[in-house]
């Protein structure tokens, strides 16, 4: 008796929106809709729930309500919050710069952050700054070393406690993701190969932002970007010359050793 009734029940949808919401935000909740997914049809969510379309369609317009599902005319329904169009306008930004432009407005926004930084960061925060720059220092490959890098600027962008300035940064800081970036960071690494020099122009900008010193701070950030414009202007200009990586490490230790010989008289 209670087997006829249960199938009875599956056979029938039930128009029931609460039962059909609840159950479409479990599917997405346990992952089972992943996020920015297309969604199934009505039909196929009313087949699946066992309950009716109109069930179904305003479940979807809760969801919809609620931020975790958008609609695209044409498209279809996806899981998530609705693009605001900015990611896009951002990827066309990064699309259309280059390397120079990217560290030519690094140059006039990060010793900003700096002096901000130095007038409001947490003790906490310079902490994290100086962990973070020693994790730079100990980092044995280039994926490392630009991971922590990028983590430590974007800390003292954080610190610096100014959101547009920050969405600015993150903007600029998109280009880090970029295959073309990770390839002229690598050289310029190679064709000057003073990482001590970075590690300690690191530690002067934490020192300085710690001693609450907005004008020693960002002079420190201004020659720690100074001194990588010219390390990528030269890997650029090498690889425009068509060396190979191998001639481009063999002029990294000429100049080091140059270093060491005008260091010593």
């Known amino acids: ?21 609840e159950k479409l935000r479990e599917l997405i909740r346990t992952g089972q809709l992943a996020s920015g997914g297309r969604l199934p049809t009505e039909r196929a ?13 305003r479940a979807l317009e809760v969801l919809e309500s609620e931020g975790l599902i958008w609609r695209r005319q044409g498209a279809g329904t996806f899981v998530g919050e609705k693009p605001d169009g900015w990611t896009n306008h951002v990827d066309a930004l990064v ?42 220092g100990q980092s044995t490959d280039a994926d490392a070393k630009e991971l ?16 547009l300035f920050l969405s600015i940064f993150d903007v600029v800081n998109r280009i880090r993701q970029d295959d073309a970036w990770q390839l002229i960071r690598e050289r310029a690494r190679r064709a000057g190969k003073n990482e001590k020099a970075s590690y300690l122009q690191h530690l002067s900008i934490v020192d300085a932002i710690g001693a609450r010193d907005p004008g020693k701070a960002g002079e420190a950030m201004r020659q720690h970007l ?8 030269r890997a650029t200009s090498l690889d425009d010359a068509g060396l190979t990586d191998e001639e481009i490490e063999g002029l990294a230790i000429v100049d080091e050793e140059d270093s060491q010989l005008s260091a010593a008289s």
Request: glycine share 4%; net charge positive; hydrophobic share 45%.
């Open 1 to 21: 008796m209670v087997r006829k009734m249960a199938r009875s029940t599956e056979l029938e949808p039930k128009d029931n929106s609460n039962y059909a919401l």
């Open 45 to 57: 969510f009313a087949e699946t729930l066992n309950v009716g379309r109109r069930s179904v369609r």
């Open 95 to 136: 699309a259309g710069t280059d390397i120079m432009e990217i560290m030519e407005v690094r140059l006039r926004i990060e010793p900003q952050l700096a002096q901000l930084a130095a007038m409001r960061a947490k003790p906490a925060e310079i902490e994290r700054m100086r962990a973070l720059a020693e994790k730079i």
């Open 148 to 163: 922590w890098d990028g983590a430590l600027h974007r800390q003292i962008a954080q610190s610096a406690g100014n959101q």
């Open 226 to 233: 100074l001194m990588h414009q010219e390390r990528l202007i």
